[in-house]
Every structure is written in structure tokens, then in C-alpha cells.
């Protein structure tokens, strides 16, 4: 048990800094008011950083960060940089760097919110997907190449925890192309598989859905299949182990949410079912996300990157991050084992439900025109009433 913890922010681009800020404002008031001293140090990586030093992140913070309990992220991502740039210089790097192996984000349609499915109000969504988040197409290997060329391509991939498998591919193309290399390690998959039932065990969940496309990339999700299989035969006797193409999950999450309790999901595809995830919770604004390392320091952000069209305008949804740093203080209560932690997590969950099911404050995603700071202020004063009432 820890008196006091170390948090570093990263706000990053557009909306990040917006929806951080309140995050922040709730959090620290929650947990100083229940005793618990908290410390932030700010970063400031992201585009302004970059234009002005053209460092993404540096090995430097990188060491600095891994001193941290938590890191607690905006978002990245900017109109004026190229793709990729800050996307896989910022965000990618603290997921590899850090073995961030698991992305945990909850899908539940809250009280007060309007899903896009017609017929389904709160309870009958409300999942977990688990996404994989450090292979498959994210292990950053690929190349292009010219017409009428012939190339070498040399790389070394840390899978599964592990350092350097090496790949080596030569291409003699006459049409000019390019190629992108997903891989599935055993060990990346065996670890993501079964951190996935431990979770659903602890929380009494009895079915995993696993996600794959093994009837067509047999090779990569052939393995992820294979291995799930096994290990799920382990745990058969608790936990009920089901396959799905991503296809067909994709078309159940709209069609029959209320059959899923844990998803769990390659890289790549659970990007995208999260996002998916997220429309039928409500939009973007509701969806929290933690990339987890269990043995070392882990990184919460919302699902939504910098929204560049909101940007400045304070009319960005705060809920998505509000959420995340309560799912990141869920966290270190189980790493930390410190009950008020675990207080003051369910204290700022409730105080968003509460706000939510009033009907008093929308935001411009939810139909309305309460600001980003004034959602902020209500979720503050009601977290404050509930830590005052004793609940
Ligand atoms: P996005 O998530 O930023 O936005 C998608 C849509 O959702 C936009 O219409 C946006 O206005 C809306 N939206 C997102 N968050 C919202 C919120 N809190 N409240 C209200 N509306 C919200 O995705 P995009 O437009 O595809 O990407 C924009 C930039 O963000 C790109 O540079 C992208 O690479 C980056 N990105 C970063 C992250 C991240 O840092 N975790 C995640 C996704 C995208
Ligand atoms: C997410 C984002 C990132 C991803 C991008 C911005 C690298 O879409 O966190 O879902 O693809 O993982
Ligand atoms: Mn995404």
C-alpha cells in the first residue's frame, strides 16, 4: 500500500489537453478528499513539441516515464504532420516501449445516453473487448518498392515481450508496390489469451468471444486460434470459450450486443470493433481505455484521438477521458491493493452516471450545448456530494 502516487500526464493534441483538463480537475478532488496525495508531471510531446524540437519521445522520457504509477493520456495526432508521425512516435512507442501488451476498453451504454441501436437502453450493452496491442499489423514492418525494382528489406521485431525476431524480404516487383507484415507471436498471444481469462474470472464473467479471421489469414490467426484453444481447454470447467470471425462479430455488435461479456481480440481488429464499441455506447465521448502492462507502469487514454474538427472549442466530450482516469485508478487498486483507490474509482464512475441520468448536461455529440469545462464542473460538484453524503 502506497500513501501518495505518481502520475504523468501527457496531454498531447487537440481536444487531449481539453478533456485531460478535466479529467484532472475531478480526479485530484476526488482523491485528496478521501486522503489520498496524488503528484502530476506534465509532458509536453505532441505536435507543438514536435514542430518546435522534432522529437516525438524521447529515450530520455521514456526512462523518466517508467517511474511513474501511471501515465495519463490526451490524445496525439495533428493536421499539419504527416500521418503516422506522432501517431507511431508517441503513442505506438509508449506501447511497445513499455509492453503495454493489453488495451482494455470497456463498452457500456450508461443511463441518460442514447444508443444508435434502436431497443437496446443501459444493461443490455455492456462488455469488455480486450484488444492485443503490441503484434500483429502494429509490429511496424513493411516497405514499398518501385516498378521494375528489386529490394532487400531487413527487420527485427520484439514480439511477445521478447527482443529480435528477424525477417528478411526480398521483393522483385514490377508494378511498383507495397507490403505491411502482421505477426502473431506464440507468447504475445499465450499472455494476452490468459491475462483474458483471469479477468473474466475475477469478475465472475463466464464466456470469452475470441476474434480472428482464420478462414482467411490461416497463418497468423491460425496461431492465435490454436493457442486460444488450448489454453481455453484449461479453463473450460469456468469460463465457456467461443470463436468468432471479425466479420460476424462486427455484424453482432450491432445486431445482438447482449450476447457479449469479454471480447478478445487481435490488434488490428480490435482497433476497429473498439471504435465500433464505442459508436453503439454513444459516440466516442463515453469510451475509456487503458493500455496495461501488469508488472510494470501502465498507460490510460480515451479511445478518441485529437478530434481536430472540435478542437479549441471547448464542445469536446470529457466523459471518454473522466472514465479513464477512474478505470486508471481501478487499476492501481489491483496493483497497489489500496482500497481507496478503488473508493475513489467508483466514486468518479457514479458521479458521471448520475450527471448522465439527470439529462441536465449534453454535450454537441449528445444533441446539446453544455461545454466541455461545464460537463466537467457538474460530474466535480456531484463526485463532491457523493464524497460528502458518504454515499
Ligand atoms: P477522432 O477520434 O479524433 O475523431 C473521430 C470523430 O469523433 C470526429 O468527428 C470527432 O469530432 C469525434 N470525437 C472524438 N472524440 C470526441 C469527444 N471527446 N467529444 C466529441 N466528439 C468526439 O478520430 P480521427 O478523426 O480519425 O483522428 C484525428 C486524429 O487523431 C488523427 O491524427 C489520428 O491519427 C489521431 N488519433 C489519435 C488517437 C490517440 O491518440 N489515441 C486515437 C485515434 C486517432
Ligand atoms: C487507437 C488509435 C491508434 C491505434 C492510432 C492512433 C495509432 O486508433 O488507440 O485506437 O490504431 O491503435
Ligand atoms: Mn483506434
Same mark, same amino acid.
Given at each position: ?13 487537440? *481536444? =487531449?489537453?481539453?478533456v485531460i483538463? /478535466? ?12 486522503g489520498i496525495?496524488?503528484?502530476f508531471?506534465?509532458f509536453?510531446n505532441g505536435a /507543438?513539441h514536435?514542430?518546435r524540437?522534432g522529437e516525438?519521445l524521447?529515450?530520455?522520457t521514456l526512462e523518466k516515464?517508467?517511474?511513474f504509477?501511471a501515465?495519463?493520456? +490526451?490524445a ?6 504527416k ?8 503513442l505506438?512507442?509508449?506501447?511497445? !516501449?513499455l509492453d503495454?501488451y493489453v ?6 451504454l450508461?443511463?441518460g445516453? /442514447?444508443?444508435p441501436l ?16 503490441t /503484434?500483429d ?5 513493411? +516497405?514499398r518498392?518501385?516498378a ?15 527482443r ?8 522483385? !516487383?514490377s508494378s511498383?508496390?507495397?507490403f505491411?507484415?502482421g ?6 498471444a499465450?499472455? *494476452?489469451?490468459?491475462f483474458?481469462?483471469?479477468?473474466a474470472?475475477k469478475r465472475?464473467?463466464?464466456?470469452i468471444?475470441?476474434v480472428?479471421k482464420a478462414n482467411?489469414?490461416t497463418?497468423a490467426?491460425?496461431l492465435?486460434?490454436e493457442?486460444?484453444e488450448?489454453?481455453?481447454e ?8 467461443e ?6 462479430a462486427?455484424?453482432h455488435?450491432v445486431?445482438n450486443?447482449k450476447r ?6 487481435p490488434n ?5 470493433l473498439?471504435?465500433? =464499441?464505442? @459508436? ?6 463515453? @469510451?475509456?481505455s487503458?493500455?496495461?502492462?501488469p508488472?510494470g ?9 485529437s478530434?481536430p ?13 473522466i ?7 481501478e487499476?492501481?487498486? !489491483?496493483?497497489y491493493n489500496?482500497?481507496?483507490?478503488l473508493e @475513489? ?5 457514479k458521479?458521471v452516471?448520475?450527471?448522465? @441520468? ?9 444533441? =446539446?450545448n453544455?461545454?466541455?469545462?461545464e460537463?466537467?464542473?457538474a460530474i ?8 460528502? !453524503?458518504?454515499?
Open positions: 500500500m502506497r500513501s501518495a502516487y505518481r502520475i504523468a500526464l501527457m496531454p498531447g493534441d487537440g *481536444i =487531449g489537453p481539453e483538463r /478535466e479529467a484532472v480537475k475531478i480526479g485530484e478532488a476526488v482523491l485528496e478528499s478521501i496525495r496524488v503528484f508531471e506534465e509536453p /507543438e514536435y514542430l524540437t516525438t524521447s529515450e530520455e516515464l517508467k517511474g504509477d501515465i495519463f493520456f +490526451g496525439v495526432g495533428d493536421p499539419r504532420i500521418p503516422g508521425i506522432l501517431e507511431k512516435g508517441i505506438l512507442k509508449l506501447r511497445s !516501449s503495454l488495451n482494455l476498453r470497456p463498452v457500456k450508461l443511463n445516453v /442514447e444508443s434502436k431497443g437496446f437502453g443501459p444493461g443490455d450493452i455492456d462488455f469488455v473487448v480486450i484488444r492485443e496491442n /503484434e499489423f502494429y509490429v511496424d514492418m513493411g +516497405g518498392v518501385d521494375s525494382c528489386s529490394r532487400a528489406f531487413e527487420f527485427t521485431v520484439n514480439t511477445g515481450g521478447a529480435g525476431s528477424k525477417y528478411r524480404v526480398e521483393v522483385d !516487383s511498383g508496390e507495397a505491411q507484415i505477426v502473431i507471436s506464440r507468447k504475445g499465450e499472455r *494476452i489469451i490468459k483474458s481469462f483471469e479477468y474470472i465472475g464473467m463466464r464466456r468471444t475470441f480472428d482467411v489469414l497463418e490467426y491460425g492465435w486460434r493457442i486460444a488450448k489454453i481455453g484449461e479453463y473450460k470447467n469456468i469460463v465457456e470459450s470463436f468468432m470471425y471479425v466479420d460476424a462486427a455484424l455488435m445486431l450486443p457479449f461479456k469479454v471480447i478478445v481480440a488490428m481488429f480490435g482497433d476497429i473498439t471504435d465500433l =464499441g464505442a @459508436a453503439i455506447q454513444g459516440g466516442l465521448g463515453f @469510451a475509456p487503458g493500455n496495461i502492462n508488472d507502469t501502465s498507460m490510460f487514454e480515451p479511445v478518441h484521438g478530434a474538427d472540435k478542437a479549441g472549442k471547448n464542445i469536446a466530450n470529457p466523459i471518454a477521458s472514465l479513464t482516469f477512474s478505470l486508471m485508478l487499476h492501481l487498486w !489491483s496493483r489500496d482500497e481507496h483507490l @475513489a474509482s467508483r466514486i468518479i464512475e458521479a452516471e448520475n450527471v448522465l @441520468a439527470s439529462g441536465k448536461f449534453k454535450t454537441v455529440d449528445m444533441g =446539446g453544455t461545454k466541455t469545462n460537463m466537467g464542473d466535480l460538484a456531484e463526485a463532491k456530494r457523493l464524497v460528502h !453524503s458518504g454515499r
